[in-house]
Every structure is written in C-alpha cells, then in structure tokens.
C-alpha cells in the first residue's frame, strides 16, 4: 500500500549546522509529496512540496527534491537556526488525503 | 481571518467514557477532516466531510464517528475510550477536498489533547 517512511529522530543540531531528515514512498502512480512543520504548541504548516518527479520544492531556506528512482524526497537546509526546532512530517497525497510519516523531531541548540 | 478553532483544547477521560470535539473550520471553508496524532504512528487520517457527507473514511473502528452540519462546523465523536484512544486529534480546513490535499495547502488547527486514564 502506500505509506512514508521518515528517519527517527530526534535530530540534535548545533546552530549553522547542515540538516537532512531523509523520507522514502511507497506509492502506486506519482503521487504530491510534502514536507509539514510543526512547531511547539502550533498546529502543522506546509513547509513545502512538490508535485512531480524531479521537482524541487523550497522554502525559508529548506529543500526537497522528488526523487522517483530512488522514491525518496529528502528534507535539507544548509544552515539550521534555533527557531527551525519543530517536528517536521512527510506526507504524500493518495486519494483525497495526505498519508503522513511518523514526524521527525528537530532540535537545534546555540 | 480565523483559523482553525477546535475545542476543548485539552481533556481527561476516563476508559469506557464517551468524548465530542469540535472544530469549526476557516470561514468559506466546506471540507474538514480530522487526523488522529500519536508518537508511535504519526498522523493518522480519521475521516472527511464536505457539505455534510462524509467522503473518506480511514482504518479506525466504529467508536470513532463524525458529523458536518449545515454551518461547515464538525464534531467528532470517540465512544468507550480506551487508552490507546490518547492522541492529539487535529482539524484540517481546506475549500474543497481535492484542491487542499492536491496542492497540500490545509490548514491545521492546535488539536485538542485527548488523555484517557
């Protein structure tokens, strides 16, 4: 069936560090792909997509590339900020609904 | 304009209690969806309704219902709770169905906070 895969966190990062949080598919046809963020005592807002394969999808500094050979669609951002900490999702849109992943905890400290 | 309002934000049950949450959608807004959210699972869909009717429906037993009224309003129901019932449940808010999932622009409510002892 379809489902994401994210990696588990929580991801611990000093300031100006490098960030990936890696996301794999599994999905029938070529579905969106999105990234979802989180933060403290909010309620999740789209951080980016990307509606095809090759796509690249960017946002306040982060990226994603849809990646169909590899059905992955990778979360990267050069430098991380202590105001990045959150929870970021992975999600694919299948029917009328967003299939998410388990979440991804960022932590970054100064 | 407003966002997102779901009520209670937070509540504490106990097992074989029954619970109703809230959630009043973005004004214009006639398609709302509910997601459940633990640590171990993530998001979970849970259902959708658009002009009353529900479309979609995920994997979730028959204790979990939901409502739409006329007003775009919804409320979901969780009956003989369980522990395994403590989720953050959240409110999605798009147009129509069909464009927010495609585009990914939903919006999100702060959930309420369910916890059942």
């Known amino acids: 069936g379809n489902s994401v895969t994210q990696m588990e966190g929580p991801v611990t990062l000093s300031e100006e560090a490098f960030l990936t949080i890696n996301c794999t598919y599994t999905a029938t046809g070529y579905p969106s792909l999105f990234w979802y963020v989180q933060y403290p005592g909010e309620g999740l807002q789209l951080l980016l997509k990307?509606?095809?394969?090759?796509d690249k999808g960017s946002n306040k500094g982060f990226e994603a590339t849809y990646r169909k050979e590899t059905t992955s669609f990778h979360l990267e951002k050069g430098s991380v900020q202590v105001s990045d900490s959150a929870v970021y999702f992975c999600?694919?849109?299948?029917?009328?609904?967003?299939?998410f992943g388990t979440g991804t905890r960022l932590q970054v400290f100064p | 304009k407003a966002g997102v309002t779901q009520t209670p934000r937070y509540l504490i049950k106990t097992r074989g209690q029954q619970v109703t949450l809230s959630c009043s959608p973005i004004?214009?807004?006639?398609?709302v969806s509910w997601y459940q959210q633990t640590p171990g699972q993530g998001l979970q869909f849970l259902f959708e309704?658009?002009?009353?009717?529900?479309?979609n429906k995920g994997n979730f037993p028959g204790r979990f219902s939901g409502r739409q009224f006329s007003n775009s309003r919804s409320e979901m129901n969780v009956s003989t709770l369980e522990l395994g019932d403590s989720a953050l449940y959240l409110c999605?808010?798009?147009?129509?169905?069909?464009?927010?999932?495609?585009?990914?622009?939903?919006?999100f409510g702060e959930g309420s906070r369910l916890t059942v002892l």
């Open positions: 999605v808010s798009s147009p129509i169905p069909q464009r927010g999932v495609n585009t990914g622009e939903l919006f």
């Open positions: 004004s214009g807004h006639r398609s």
């Open positions: 309704y658009f002009s009353e009717t529900q479309r």
């Open positions: 990307a509606t095809k394969a090759d």
């Open positions: 999600a694919l849109a299948f029917t009328d609904k967003l299939i």
